[in-house]
């Protein structure tokens, strides 16, 4: 996860590579004050913010993407859309991880889109709870159409969560983190981090009862 190629990037965007001399007051400053830091070009504040969120990025653009090399991609292009769009992030909207995210998990998707004729990995996400461990053992051509008319249902329902149990449960479930990791990255209280699984568990299943399965003539 290095940060050379978005650096490249960013200098090909119009960007100044410069440090700031105060960097342990920096290191203890605010997400919102290095995001506004980085909006004013401080490619120092725009490290500092790499450094606390790439391996959460990461981790969910592979479990989200299943191949190491693109989800390496994808955290570049993250953070470069990131230093880009920097002044467009609204604290009172809500945290920066969450923002972030939530631009790594739009990136992602258009990549699974993108590809969506070629073989997917369909085991991203490890859940007694929900049927995906079904698709691992599609054996045959008919239970490998089950297993990705499966991993489409289940998409689908994702898509209809509200945004902080979707990211809470894409943290949780894609990327591997733990409740208090997730709690950190979101900038939100370990309990309600809690309750947007929980709720978002319950919907999901709701969601995927209520979806009528397809069926092939």
């Not at 990705?148 to 949780?172: C, G, N, T």
Request: with cysteine; hydrophobic share 40%.
């Amino acid at each position: 996860m290095h940060l050379s190629e978005t650096y490249r990037r960013i200098v090909q965007c119009g960007g100044i590579v410069r440090r700031a001399n105060e960097t342990a007051e920096l290191e203890a400053c605010s997400d919102e004050l290095l995001v506004r830091r980085v909006a004013d070009g401080d490619t120092r504040a725009f490290e500092l913010l790499y450094d606390r969120y790439a391996r959460p990025v990461y981790s969910l653009a592979c479990r989200m993407l299943g191949d190491p090399s693109e989800a390496e991609e994808l955290l570049q292009e993250t953070f470069l859309r990131f230093w880009q769009q920097a002044s467009r992030f609204e604290a009172r909207r809500g945290s920066f991880g969450s923002w972030l995210m939530s631009i790594a998990h739009n990136l992602a998707i258009d990549t699974l889109r993108a590809r969506r004729r070629r073989p997917q990995r369909a085991d991203f996400v490890d859940l007694t709870t929900l049927p995906w461990h079904e698709i691992d053992q599609a054996a045959s051509a008919h239970e490998a159409a089950e297993a990705s008319e499966l991993r489409d249902r289940v998409r689908r329902a994702m898509a209809q969560l509200p945004e902080p149990q979707r990211l809470a449960i894409e943290l949780a479930y894609y990327a591997g983190l733990t409740h208090s990791e997730i709690a950190a990255v979101l900038g939100e209280p370990i309990g309600t981090i809690k309750t947007r699984l929980r709720l978002g568990m319950q919907k999901l299943q709701q969601l995927l009862r209520e979806q009528p399965a397809e069926r092939a003539p």
